[in-house]
């Protein structure tokens, strides 16, 4: 079997038709966009390895590492009530997870927009074919046809290659965003019990 060259795939995305260039353009975008986001969180994430220290981290802030420790000096810092602990866990899980939550919308609206495309291709494509047939001569009908056919269904296809993998990247962030979110909530809940302030 022949290896796939460069060439190969150029002619094969060429004759896509015109739809594929927009297609192209998303699928950019969606996974620059997704692959960023997975990294920010992963960033931000709490180190669970840590987790048994959290506790002693709370009393003694100075002893803290990484974003916990940023996270326990901003809302142990001028506080005089649990109240005043809560506003600030508030603002914490607001600063993090608020960005994730729409950037999330935004991937999620790029993976819907993939297969839409990739339909609008396949009109298109049976356009051309509607068209080529009733201007061709009889000879040409098989040729005209099959061209496009071919690019009807390669813009679905790739619609939907583009869209699948994002949705499971989704996923992934939705998961690490959760573990995220549980970890804050775990956190606000170990200082407010060692702290002790009413």
Known sequence: MEGVTFEKIIEVWSSGGTVMYPLFFLACLLYVQAFQLMLYVRRSSLQKRNEFLWGEWVLFPERAKGRVAEIIRYTQTDISSAKQIRNRFDEVRMALL????????????????????????TVIGMLQTFLGLATSAGGETAGVVAS????????????????????????????QKHSLEANIMR?????????KID
Do not use: H, K, W
């Open 98 to 121: 608020n960005l994730v939550d729409r950037r999330v919308r935004f991937i999620n609206t790029l993976v819907a927009t993939a297969p839409l495309l990739g339909l609008l291709g």
């Open 148 to 175: 496009g056919i071919s690019e009807a269904l390669l813009t679905t296809l790739t619609g939907l290659i583009i869209a699948l993998p994002g949705l499971f990247i989704v996923m992934i962030i939705q998961r």
């Open 187 to 195: 956190l606000e809940c170990l200082t407010l019990s060692e702290l």
